[in-house]
């Protein structure tokens, strides 16, 4: 709750701050605001839960998890919005507002007790995002983006609405807990169906926001015109916000066997579905961004994984592995996006032949790529790889053998479109285009570091994080 | 704690090495190798042959998963660190007359790899086999694909793409094997995946007769058996020499030793069912490594091919589950690494002074080359087991323990010695005798650096031929352990 109340506060006075027009001013500012917030969310940790405007929000160790990632990602995120300093954005304050008021949305999301709080938090969180999609105001494809994902971003709200409506016609309440009881005890029988497809339309709203199958097709239109940088945001925070609220919904409202009858075939299809067209989608693209956006559909598919392989509990080996597979997902998609943002400014070409040569200019960039696409792969000594492990080992452990199967035949898939841009940089001369060293600052350097660094610890040191929960 | 320090200090001296540019960094790096080999025989020195398990350390690592940090060395183990210790710093030496791009990269690439290596060898808990079995890789990848030939790109992504899948598959029967297990010594989690709780598993035959596959496949790919071989000659040719030595010289290792410590033991009866398709396999891959290296004109490919055949006859030695089999195996694990690098060393040296590799175009070298003739030679003649070198050692221990499984299998593998004799003979002849050729009165012999590296592998060569029971000694408790496992049930 406290980074709630802080994030809102901070981003008012970030706005004021904004008077500057200065990046100088307002990037540090901003790092400090997140910082802070990230502090301060910590001492709620182990509190017990605690909750707020009468149970609509309940903070405990999930929800101070969950928002311990999106604000570490923000936090190492930012260090890459400078360019807009040097195009002499207006607007400048209003990006990083946006950005701190869209993590009061994720906030919500993860710490939610009541339909109305995950509403407003899907609608905090993605009102920001419309905005921000466009801010590249005078590029056509930027342009294209926000329309796009706000017309289907406004239609799958009004599906999730929808839905909560019906599951509200049917239990008579918007409070997890109580339509838990309602499913498990059901009153009349004749409203079952209303609830049922209630139940359905959610799973669908919110498998829009987390961009699974077959409600996908937003993403790499979206993300390719997208500023990268936002790009990074949307692909890491939203997804990790929209999991934990994936996962809040199933073990606090919908674990009745009954509706598992129901919810958990049509999870495992759509999980099937992410996992073929977001890896198979990947294969296919010429553009290092497009195959970065498959590939967080995909990332959405193994993430579907462990929520299938539920055990009706907000603690156990599902939650660990959603909570370690979001924090590597994260950081290692942080890492890559910043990358590409940084050789697309310069180089103005976003497809893998604009990464050849790139370990001869720019080492550093290139080992930090590496480091994000061997996690991103899954392979061992980076964080993705227990992200993966955690998150099979969950669904092993529950019985479901054939979905895993199935997700690690598509993760030896993956292999083969993460290592084109290490082909490219490390094997791949460079060409005219590509031959001169990309500026990098000194603080863009330490927080690639630190993402590779981190990514590394994770992938060394799994225990630190994992099996907090 | 040894075991500890065995496998830290190679990456904190590939971190290091990050500080050092240019010709420092080469001094350096091998500078760190000299102190790992200190350490490795340091350990065979104060072994005790007799006790299983020395040097052991364990720490929990994933503790809410029950996976340990648990390293130890028994003699097979101790035999493989000194193989890795011994050969890490002669293939440093090696690249020394190489003017690479980035050279401190890749040193501590190959640093990095050590550790991976040596992980392999040490790990008592599966996932952290598992682990370090990727840690070797992902250097090899890139020492063969940024300092690797024309090529490069294609072949290294074949050749990752290869072995990842193959140990994808190991890592599910891992899982598997994990969920089998009983909670943890320290109650913190259902399961452990120690080495030792994969030992004291009983599956049944038919759970036995999948899950071999599912753990074979890596190691199948890595040593290569045929037909998981087809990434193997073209890696072996487009990768730089040193990046070459440590695919044949020790990386290949990693599959035999997986078999014999992390397999057999593990599905005993998964490996009684399929060991005679096993040794078909293994059989058909002696033979035809050697019939095709025969037709090869790149030395380095014939080499290559000639690794295929004698890796084969040591998988059929492992999987006649005999006690002298895997003894022999053990020994010619060794022999075999001391012999292929030098014999790509030698490959490598003719090639910097011509520019090639065809043998066509060479010939006539050995007169003005003396001393690079004698030591290719010593080293051939090890590779083709004549008595009193290494290669001799193991080759008979292997066909023992394969004849004593069956006659006749013994007989058709025993053909590798002919075969090997053949093609490498012939190259012998037509390499450095022969008519002249262009190079025979340009070329120059070897200097005293790459003497260096061929006189520590030619005292090895006689050293084990001679004295083979210095190293079998060191293996046997380990040999026997491990098949009183497989007969166990």
């Known amino acids: 709750m406290n980074s709630i109340i802080l994030l809102s506060v901070l981003g008012l006075g970030n706005l004021f701050l904004g008077f500057r027009r200065s990046n100088r001013l307002l990037l540090p500012a901003a790092m400090l605001m997140l910082g802070l917030v990230l502090t301060v969310n910590f001492l709620d940790w182990g509190s017990g839960p605690q ?108 599906v999730l609405l929808f839905g909560m409506a019906l599951v509200y016609g049917a239990t008579g309440t918007f409070v997890l807990e109580d339509i838990r009881f309602a499913v498990q005890n059901p009153v009349n029988d004749s409203l079952t169906p209303m609830l049922y497809i209630g139940m359905l339309l959610m799973l669908v709203g919110i498998g829009f926001k987390v961009s699974a199958a077959p409600f996908h097709f937003w993403t790499p239109d979206v993300y390719e015109g997208t500023p990268t940088f936002f790009a990074a945001f949307m692909s890491t925070v939203v997804k990790t916000a929209g999991f934990a609220a994936f996962l809040k919904l199933l073990v606090q409202a919908f674990p009745a066997a009954s509706a598992q009858g129901l919810w958990l075939p049509t999870l495992t299809a759509m999980c099937v579905l992410t996992l073929l067209i977001g890896n198979v989608g990947a294969v ?159 603080f863009q350097s330490g927080a690639l570091l630190l993402l590779a660094l981190l990514t590394v610890v994770l992938g060394v040191l799994p225990g630190l994080v994992s099996g907090i929960l | 704690m040894l075991t500890v320090l065995l496998l830290l200090w190679p990456v904190a001296a590939a971190l290091l090495l990050h500080f050092f540019k240019g010709r420092a960094s080469r001094v350096a790096a091998f500078g760190a190798a000299l102190v790992e080999l200190v350490l490795a025989v340091f350990a065979a020195v104060t072994f005790n042959a007799n006790n299983a398990g020395q040097f052991s350390y364990d720490l929990p690592w994933i503790a809410s998963a029950g996976i ?107 899982v598997y094997l994990y969920f089998q297990t009983g909670p943890s010594a320290d109650g913190l989690a259902a399961h452990n995946s120690a080495l030792t709780s994969f030992y004291n598993l009983s599956l049944p035959a038919e759970t036995q007769m999948w899950l071999f596959w599912l753990i074979f496949a890596a190691f199948a790919v890595k040593m290569p058996i045929f037909p998981f071989h087809t990434w193997q000659p073209d890696t072996y040719t487009e990768a730089p020499a040193p990046a070459t030595m440590l695919l044949s010289g020790i990386m290949l290792k990693m599959g035999i030793y997986g078999c014999m410590r992390w397999l057999l033991p593990v599905v005993p009866l998964g490996v009684d069912y399929w060991q005679n398709l096993v040794l078909i396999l293994s059989i058909i891959g002696i033979i035809y490594g050697g019939i095709i290296a025969i037709r090869q004109q790149d030395v380095k490919r014939l080499i290559a091919y000639s690794s295929l055949s004698h890796v084969g006859l040591m998988i059929a030695g492992v999987f006649s589950l005999t006690q002298i089999g895997l003894q022999g195996a053990s020994i010619q694990m060794l022999a075999h690494g001391i012999n292929v690098v030098g014999m790509f060393f ?86 450095m005798l022969g008519p002249d050729s262009s190079f025979s009165a340009t070329i120059t012999d070897l200097t005293g650096a790459e003497l260096a590296v061929l006189v520590p592998l030619i005292v090895l060569v006689f050293w084990i031929g001679l004295f083979p029971n210095t190293f079998l000694h060191l293996s046997e408790g380990s040999v026997l352990g491990i098949l009183n496992e497989v007969v166990k049930r």
């Open chain 2, 346 to 431: 030698v490959a490598d040296a003719i090639e910097r002074r011509t520019g090639t590799r065809l043998i066509p175009d060479l010939g006539g070298l050995t007169r003005r080359t003396p001393v690079l003739s004698v030591c290719f030679l010593v080293l051939l003649l090890g590779t083709v087991a004549l008595p009193l070198t290494n290669g001799f050692v193991g080759e008979f221990l292997l066909l023992q323990g394969l004849y004593q499984f069956n006659p006749w299998m013994g007989a058709v593998a025993g053909l590798t010695i002919i075969l090997g004799a053949v093609y490498l003979l012939r190259m012998f002849q037509r390499v």
């Open chain 2, 68 to 174: 340990r940090f648990s390293v130890g060395m028994d003699g097979l183990s101790l035999l493989l660190v000194l193989l890795t210790a011994l050969l890490v710093p002669l293939i440093l030496l090696s690249a020394f007359r190489r003017n690479f791009e980035n050279e401190s990269v890749f040193y501590a690439l190959v640093l990095f790899m050590q550790t991976g290596l040596i992980g392999v060898f040490t790990a008592q808990d599966a996932f952290l086999f598992y682990f370090m079995w990727e840690v070797a890789l992902i250097p090899i990848y890139f020492l063969a694909g940024v300092w690797g030939g024309q090529d490069r790109a294609r072949i290294t992504f074949k050749f990752f793409l290869y072995t990842i899948v193959g140990s994808l598959f190991m890592l599910a029967g891992f």
């Open chain 1, 284 to 442: 296919t693209q010429t553009s290092a961004k497009r195959m970065l956006a498959y590939s967080s559909v995909s990332h959405a598919g193994y993430l579907l994984v462990a929520l299938v392989a539920f055990n009706g509990e907000l603690e156990g080996p599902s939650a660990n592995g959603i909570f370690f597979y979001s924090l590597a997902y994260s950081v290692a998609t942080v890492a890559a996006f910043a990358v590409l943002k940084l050789v697309a400014d310069q180089r103005q070409r976003e497809d893998y032949n604009g990464l050849n040569g790139l370990a001869r200019t720019n080492p550093l960039l290139a080992f930090v790529m590496t480091v994000a696409m061997l996690s991103l792969a899954g392979i061992p000594l980076t964080g993705g790889f227990f992200g993966k492990f955690f998150v099979f080992s969950a669904a092993v452990e529950n019985g479901y053998i054939g979905l895993v199967v199935f997700a690690v035949v598509m993760s030896m898939v993956s292999i083969y479109y993460y290592l084109r841009p290490i082909i490219a940089m490390y094997m791949r001369p460079a060409d005219d285009t590509t031959a001169a060293p990309i500026p990098v600052t000194t």
């Open chain 1, 51 to 158: 909750s707020f405007f009468s149970g609509m929000l309940v903070v405990n160790d999930f929800s101070v998890a969950f928002t311990g990632i999106v604000v570490l990602t923000a936090l190492v995120l930012i260090p890459f919005s400078q360019k807009y300093v040097h195009d002499g954005e207006a607007n400048l304050a209003e990006y990083y507002s946006l950005l701190l008021f869209s993590l009061v949305g994720a906030i919500m999301l993860v710490s939610y007790n009541h339909l109305l709080m995950l509403f407003l938090g899907i609608e905090i969180l993605s009102v920001a995002m419309y905005v921000l999609a466009g801010s590249d105001k005078r590029n056509l494809r930027s342009n294209e983006a926000a329309l796009k994902y706000f017309l289907m971003g406004a239609f799958f709200t009004g």
